[in-house]
């Protein structure tokens, strides 16, 4: 079965450095989706993608994050400016149509963590 | 503004037993509704969904139940297994391109 790959698994990064998540979503997904979990609480939505562009975002995805698609299949993440309170595991999902017609299919997530 | 969340935030059972979630919604206009199952380490994992206009949907040992009179949806997994432990997440879309996920109740079934 297609399965949305992250990596790297674990990141460690120096406050105020930049970071890359990386993430292949299912190859004929059309939709893809940032997402972050701080240990213990709920998913939260980050930001959704779709034909080259942003298509919505939460208060959370602020200047400090931008994604990109580079080529036909990486879906990237990057936080420009780390935070402490950035540390959290990020997953990325993909879906073949819209978040309110077909459910959203889930990375293992990278776990990111600040020093 | 929308909110998900659930009432127990642990459920232990026997196994073989049958297990119900349960999860709240603020939003009289979500139409669509997804639960998920995350593994300690792992992503969430697609388990069911359900649109609006229906009020049960069944798989394979899971079923969904969704009042609309009282916003309030459960997952009901039958004859529990071991295999079944982990934190369940219901997830709503409103009319967007985003999820909007519950709090999660975590499962233990006891052998």
């Known amino acids: 079965e297609p399965e949305v790959t992250q990596t790297p698994s674990h990141q460690v990064t120096q406050m105020g450095q930049e970071v890359i998540l990386r993430c292949v979503p299912i190859s004929n997904h059309l939709y893809f989706y940032w997402y972050r979990q701080i240990l213990g609480q709920k998913v939260e939505f980050l930001v959704s993608f779709y034909n080259n562009e942003i298509s919505e975002k939460s208060e959370i995805f602020d200047d400090q994050f931008s994604v990109e698609r580079p080529d036909g299949s990486n879906f990237t993440l990057k936080i420009r400016s780390t935070k402490l309170e950035d540390s959290a595991m990020y997953f990325c999902?993909?879906?073949?149509?819209?978040?309110?017609?077909?459910?959203?299919?889930f990375g293992d997530g990278t776990r990111l963590s600040i020093l | 503004g929308e909110s998900v969340g659930l009432h127990l935030p642990t459920l232990s059972v026997q196994e073989g037993d049958n297990s119900i979630i349960n999860c709240a919604y603020s939003n009289s206009a979500s139409d669509y509704f997804i639960w998920y199952k995350q593994e300690s380490g792992k992503g969430p994992q697609f388990i069911i969904d359900?649109?609006?206009?229906?009020d049960k949907r069944q798989g394979q040992r899971v079923t969904v139940l969704l009042n609309k009179t009282v916003k309030h949806l459960s997952l009901q997994i039958a004859a529990t297994q071991p295999g079944d432990s982990a934190v369940y997440f219901c997830a709503e879309a409103l009319l967007s391109n985003q999820f909007y996920f519950g709090t999660g109740t975590s499962l233990t079934v006891i052998p």
């Open positions: 359900i649109r609006s206009n229906m």
């Open positions: 999902a993909s879906s073949d149509e819209a978040a309110s017609t077909r459910p959203q299919h």
